[in-house]
């Protein structure tokens, strides 16, 4: 298996696992690996469709995001994200103590 392959089998790995519990991404456009955010955010709509996702960069996008999905540019507070995942689980009638986001961390 090629590593690309084992890097895009990774995130349907564990959204299978999680039972289509996620209704909530964010991710920064820089990852460590090969994979970027923005194809995070596009495979993660394939598995998901209704997954709420936000993409974020301190620098301009130059990439298309995937339908629905939102970009946040940097900087932003913690504060921000809070408000953010109240207000979709709104959407997705979903309490936010008891639900699971998935936040993918930046390449540090």
């Known amino acids: 298996m090629s590593s690309s392959a084992k ?3 990774r995130p349907s ?3 299978e696992r999680n039972g289509g519990s996620l ?12 994979m970027d955010g923005v194809e995070l955010a596009h495979i993660a709509k394939e598995h998901v ?3 709420e996702v936000i993409v974020t960069s301190g620098k301009p996008l130059r990439q298309a995001l995937p339908e629905g999905a939102k970009f946040w540019s940097k900087p ?6 809070i408000r953010e995942a109240e207000r979709m ?13 998935f936040l993918c961390a930046p390449k540090t």
Not at 23 to 34: H, N, P, S
């Open 13 to 15: 790995l564990s959204w």
């Open 89 to 101: 689980s709104v959407s997705h009638r979903t309490d936010v103590t008891r639900s699971r986001a």
């Open 76 to 81: 932003w507070v913690p504060l921000d994200v």
């Open 23 to 34: 209704w909530l991404m964010i991710t920064d456009v820089k990852l460590a690996g090969q």
């Open 49 to 51: 469709p209704d997954l």
């Open 7 to 9: 890097v895009l089998k």
